[in-house]
């Protein structure tokens, strides 16, 4: 695929104003991240981060679910961007990425298990936990028992990101102290709520790599878009005919109409929580799928770019902490207004 980008002039989205929660103490603000779910639009993260780091941007908690988590962990756990750039250069291709999947036969729980995508995480984080963690950090699952969003912020962290990013009906569900979890993106796909009400902050900047309801009707996000193999082959028609009726995920099947039925849901959770945050930067794909790691170019590049060009409306947050909220409203930029950074 490797999809070019268009110039980062636009790239960040300003939501509303969310109600404070007290000053950070000698005129530094405690600002929270919130890092949203995505698969393999999720390596954005760590693009995002890099500017943060480099503009000395303070970021005192991290929340995240799914993909979001898995960055927000190695980062809480005190890799820099540098590092997670290396570590999302690993899966170079298709063969790299399904020597992390241990497919599960015959596939009544889920595809695959995740064990070693968990290994693989805790090469870098051991056995830590949170309490471990170079920042504080929470973890959103969602509980398959109780139906509710369940946020770790105690025991193994790898553990809590192995059941935070256990998608519906690819991974199977992850056992944890007689409870069943899975991809927190299910309950919470961008949890800055749970995060205001966990932790004592004064702003909350939001990363969502999601697609926007909007794409799908302009058609400017290609995710779920079917592939007619039209000029194709004559054989290679006919071989994709026969996967296609084999192939759960492909269009119009069984996993493909369930993680559209999932989709439409985390896309309206994620306008809510978009409303509570400070400032949201959003990262926009015109092509991508959930595991499209080896395309981690275009992903790192376009979190750089939407991170660099929200850069001057999370300064002016952070020089009006004292401020009142409608004194910021008037002085960054109105509620609701969103630019964006598309790739081609």
């Known amino acids: 695929m490797n999809a070019s980008l268009h110039p980062p002039a636009q790239g960040w989205?300003?939501?509303e104003e969310s109600h404070k929660h007290g000053s950070g103490g000698?005129?530094?603000?405690?600002?929270g991240l919130v890092l949203s779910s995505g698969g393999a639009r999720g390596l954005a993260h760590a693009g995002v981060i890099q500017v943060l780091e480099e503009n000395d941007i303070p970021i005192a908690a991290i929340a995240g679910c799914s993909m979001g988590a898995y960055v927000g962990a190695l980062w809480a756990a005190g890799l820099d961007g540098s590092a997670l750039e290396i570590r999302a250069r690993e899966i170079k291709d298709r063969a790299t990425l399904k020597a992390l999947l241990d497919f599960i036969i015959p596939p009544s729980e889920g595809l695959i298990r995740g064990d070693r995508?968990?290994?693989?995480?805790?090469r870098d984080l051991g056995g830590k936990t949170f309490e471990q963690l170079e920042r504080p950090l929470i973890v959103v699952a969602t509980d398959l028992d109780r139906l509710t969003p369940h946020v770790f912020d105690s025991g193994p962290v790898s553990k809590a990101v192995?059941?935070?990013a256990a998608i519906p009906a690819i991974c199977a569900p992850v056992h944890l102290d007689g409870r069943r979890y899975c991809d927190g993106g299910a309950s919470e796909p961008l949890p800055v709520a749970l995060l205001k009400k966990r932790l004592h902050l004064d702003h909350v900047i939001a990363v969502n790599v999601m697609p926007m309801p909007d794409d799908f009707e302009a058609r400017?996000?290609?995710?779920f878009a079917a592939d007619d193999g039209a000029g194709r082959h004559l054989f290679a028609r006919l071989f994709r005919t026969l996967w296609h009726r084999v192939n759960l995920l492909a269009h119009g099947n069984v996993l493909d109409t369930f993680?559209?039925?999932?989709m439409a849901a985390q896309l309206r959770l994620i306008t809510k929580e978009e409303a509570a945050a400070d400032v949201v930067i959003h990262p926009r794909f015109a092509t991508s799928s959930w595991h499209d790691f080896e395309n981690h170019e275009q992903y790192l590049q376009a979190g750089r770019e939407a991170a660099e060009a929200?850069?001057?409306?999370?300064r002016a947050l952070l020089s009006t902490t004292n401020l009142n909220q409608e004194t910021i409203s008037h002085e960054i930029a109105p509620p609701h207004t969103r630019l964006e950074c598309r790739t081609a």
Do not use: F, G
């Open 13 to 15: 989205s300003r939501a």
């Open 26 to 31: 000698e005129n530094v603000p405690r600002v």
């Open 117 to 122: 995508i968990r290994e693989h995480l805790e």
């Open 162 to 164: 192995h059941a935070s």
């Open 220 to 223: 400017t996000d290609s995710t």
């Open 259 to 262: 993680r559209r039925a999932l």
């Open 310 to 314: 929200a850069l001057p409306a999370i």
